[in-house]
């Protein structure tokens, strides 16, 4: 779906956000974590040993808090893979960057996440839901 | 289990948190929460029609996360309903002093809360994940 203005707006200041997705055994599983709005869709970066990685190739359907307690939007919706490798070791860096700043991305980026094997997943939005917004 | 007093401790302060339960589809849904320590279990209010109640009701498996990206505890549990009513309306009352102050607690449980059926969980913590503590 069409992500209006706003909300744009609201996900491309870098922001705290929490990601849900389902257990095997169907149990909820929530982590924090990094994203990026690309388009219409968001993306999130980890490895592909993580619980939350596993649990996206599994069950696609996740949710994802952005914001704080008096302001925040929720996303429903599904992620699937869209890199791997380079371009996701790319990725994870650019998030970093937005985040931290070029110097904490540089020094992760080699120390830690160029020997891990990092995916990138996109996730195509459901429904949107918002609190703390001004009426338009 | 036994929470470690530093969890404890942590838990005490009114900080942010995300609650995860299971839609009836299988899906998570996700909802910013207040909620308080007790003993040591965490519990939290809703109202019985919302998604998360009625989520909770249904299958009681849910992961709560509380604190911020540079500092946060996810808990993983088991919700139960343990008041409702006059006792829960007090529950979500002391919930709203803690977070808000005396003065909304007051406005708010006579505007809204007082017509609404209110429902207490708690959540009995099954695991524990930390991130950013101090190694003790």
Redesign the interface.
């Known amino acids: 779906m069409k992500l209006d203005d706003d909300i744009r707006a609201f996900l491309d200041a870098p922001r ?1 956000a ?1 990601l ?3 257990n095997p055994d ?7 974590i990094w994203y990026a709005r690309r388009g219409d869709e968001v993306v999130v970066n980890t490895t592909a040993q993580r619980v939350k990685a596993r649990n996206m190739d599994r ?1 696609a ?5 952005v914001g ?2 008096k302001r ?1 939007v ?1 996303l ?1 919706g599904d992620a699937r893979v869209v890199a791997t490798g380079a371009e996701a070791l790319a990725d994870i860096r650019a998030h970093a960057v937005r985040y931290d700043g070029e110097e904490s991305a540089a020094r992760l980026t080699r120390a830690v996440w160029s020997t891990q094997d990092r995916v990138t997943y996109s996730i195509a939005v459901r429904r949107v839901y918002r ?1 703390g917004f001004e009426e338009s």
Chains 1, 2 share one sequence.
């Not at 169907?26 to 924090?32: D, E, K, N, Y």
């Not at 359907?61 to 808090?65: D, E, F, G, H, N």
């Open positions: 705290g929490d849900a997705t389902i169907g149990s909820p599983q929530l982590s924090v069950d359907r996740v949710a994802l808090l704080d307690p925040y929720r429903d609190y």
